[in-house]
């Protein structure tokens, strides 16, 4: 069942949202791409979409990567 991004935030004792989006980009740094595919999978479109177009911009490195993986996803 899909969540919103603070619930899920709190459950991973983040403050915010954006710790919780940081989680994800970290989990695809260190390898865990599986990881960072399940976490984004997590959340309700509405907060997918947040992540994609606010949170994750074309930066050319781990960010961009994150971004199509997560596309992707939302292309399943």
Known sequence: ????????????????????????????????????????????KFDQRDFLINYLKHDGGFKTSCKNICIGELCK
Do not use: P, W
């Open 1 to 44: 069942m899909k969540k919103q991004v603070e619930t899920l935030a709190k459950k991973y004792d983040f403050k915010t949202k954006e710790g919780y989006y940081n989680y994800i980009l970290e989990s695809l740094i260190n390898g865990n791409r599986q990881q960072s595919k399940n976490l984004f999978n997590q959340m309700k």
